[in-house]
Structures are given as structure tokens and as C-alpha cells.
């Protein structure tokens, strides 16, 4: 079983590099490894090319992450495939466990493990990101509980379903995830596992309103009106970052919350915050 894992990077060198031995160091040897640069200027091709022919590296411009995906993808040859960031991290068995489970549930068309979660320096990040078994009601209002980096599918779903909604910029993965979960339920696997930074940069954190407003609108296809439940504390904060102050109101229950973090958020250093997280999320 051959195995085709696409990275789409750009300006990515103070990450790539532990992301690329993170996958050529897998115990699973059968893995096409693609990296769709956008047009780096910081040296991150210069790095991936020093790994000559273990990989294949892409350098042109892109229409942004889901287009280098899809193209990425478009070029593939393996069975399986899966898409990693520049900052996120396998295992050394992760493609090992995904192809085994694979092998042993022929049924199976796609699947996801656990994530351990890192800060920018690579240290635990206490972050708290509940995983559950398959349910595709609970994928739609208790909302995204599949971590991206731990998703492997069958080529079969991709020729049966199509490549991600370019037009997404946060919430391409969780639609695709809706989109194909209500033909082919996932198979949950804790063995498959993958480490993901989780700093203010990322787009997970950094989205805002329009991150939500791109979530609702989406949202909407599958016949989901209101936010799903953990996405509503961070509805709060970003009313709060646009000093819309009636509207943080849609959701009552969550305004203490998401007042409370979005207060944190702008006030707390860093390393306070980290402490908290540490001392507080188990």
C-alpha cells in the first residue's frame, strides 16, 4: 500500500524541517512525500532540497493552502492519502498504525487518531482539543473533534467525492469531513497520532470573525443554523476584537467565557499563560 502524504508550505523554514524528518523517518517505508511550496522567499525550499530525491518538492505560485492541497493531491500515485502542515509532526509509526488498520478493515475509506499538542517552541501546549469516536450529529453541533494531521482516506473517496473547497480559507477540512462523513462514516484510531503546534499564528487562532463568518456560511449546506458549541465561546471573543458589543449577546451562556479568555488573550503574557495552561488543562 503506497501512501501519499502532501505538504502545503510556504515561508515555512523555521518549521519545515522537523516536519519533513518527521516523515521520512517513519517506519512505514511505501510513503510518496509532496511538498507544494507557494513560492517561499525564506529559505524553505533551500531546505527541503536538501533532501534530494527522498521527496518531491513543488515551488510555484498558489491560489492558497486548499489549492496546494488539491494539487498536491492531483499529482499523487499512492493509495492512501493525507496532508500535513509545515509545523505539525508524525510520529515515527503513524503511517504504520494508519496502513495496518487499513489492511486489517478493508471496509474502512478514511480514518483519524489523537493529537498531542505543542506551542512554536515545541514544548507541550496544554491545550485541551476533545477527540470522540465517530458521530457525524455531534460532527455538526458539538463541532470539529477530528485533528487534521491524524487523517488518512482511501483514494477511492477522493475520486468519489472531489478535492477540498478552494473556496475555504479555515474551514476546509472540517467540510470535507461533513461532506464525505455522510457516505462513509470514519473509523477512530487513538494508535494514529500526530503532534500540532497550536501558537497565535495559526490560522485555528488568528481567523477571527471572518473565520466565523466563513464557518456559519459553510455551515449552512449541511442545515446547521446556529454555531456549533465549541465554536461559540469564540464567537464571543471575536464580537469582543470587533467592538461589537450587541452581538456577543447570541450566545448568553458563553459570554463570561469567551470575555474572560478574550481579556487573557490581550492582556496576559505569554509565559503566564502557559503556566495556567499547564497548571489547569489536563
Keep these: 500500500m503506497r501512501v501519499s502524504i502532501i505538504a502545503p508550505v ?15 523517518n517513519q517506519t512505514y517505508s511505501n510513503i510518496e512525500y509532496i511538498i507544494m511550496d507557494g513560492g517561499s522567499t525564506d529559505g524553505t525550499v533551500e531546505i527541503a532540497q536538501r533532501y534530494g530525491d527522498r521527496l518531491t518538492i513543488i515551488s510555484e505560485p498558489d491560489n492558497g493552502q486548499s489549492d496546494a492541497i488539491n494539487k498536491g493531491w492531483k499529482r499523487a500515485t499512492g493509495d492512501i492519502l493525507a496532508w500535513l502542515n509545515a509545523d505539525d509532526l508524525y510520529y515515527p509509526d503513524t503511517v504504520e498504525k494508519a496502513v495496518a ?9 478514511w480514518l483519524y487518531g489523537l493529537a498531542s499538542f505543542l506551542d512554536e517552541n515545541g514544548e ?11 458521530d457525524y450529529d455531534k460532527l455538526l453541533t458539538f463541532g470539529n473533534y477530528i485533528v487534521q494531521p491524524t487523517v488518512f482516506l482511501r ?10 473547497d ?18 462513509y462514516p470514519a473509523d477512530y484510531v487513538p494508535a494514529v497520532r500526530a503532534k500540532v503546534k ?28 446556529e454555531l456549533p458549541q465549541v465554536l461559540r465561546h469564540q464567537w464571543v471573543e471575536a464580537m469582543l476584537d470587533e467592538r461589537d458589543f450587541r452581538r456577543i449577546w447570541r450566545y448568553p451562556r458563553y459570554v463570561l467565557r469567551g470575555s474572560a479568555k478574550w481579556l487573557l ?18
Design 166 to 183: 478552494e473556496s475555504l480559507h479555515f474551514g476546509m477540512d472540517y467540510e470535507y469531513w461533513l461532506r464525505i462523513g455522510k457516505t
Design 198 to 225: 497550536i501558537f497565535q499564528e495559526t490560522k485555528s487562532r488568528s481567523g477571527g470573525y471572518k473565520r466565523m463568518q466563513e464557518l456559519e456560511t459553510m455551515l449552512k449546506r449541511y442545515g446547521v443554523t
Design 124 to 134: 507541550p501546549g496544554h491545550y485541551r482539543y476533545p477527540t470522540f469516536p465517530w
Design 155 to 164: 483514494r477511492e473517496v477522493i475520486e468519489q467525492f472531489g478535492y477540498l
Design 265 to 282: 488573550r490581550k492582556t496576559m503574557p505569554k509565559q503566564v499563560e502557559k503556566q495556567l495552561r499547564k497548571w489547569f488543562v489536563k
Design 10 to 24: 510556504y515561508n515555512s523554514a523555521a518549521f519545515i524541517e522537523e516536519s519533513i524528518q518527521s516523515v521520512l
Design 101 to 109: 488498520h487499513f489492511q486489517a478493515n478493508p471496509q474502512t475509506m
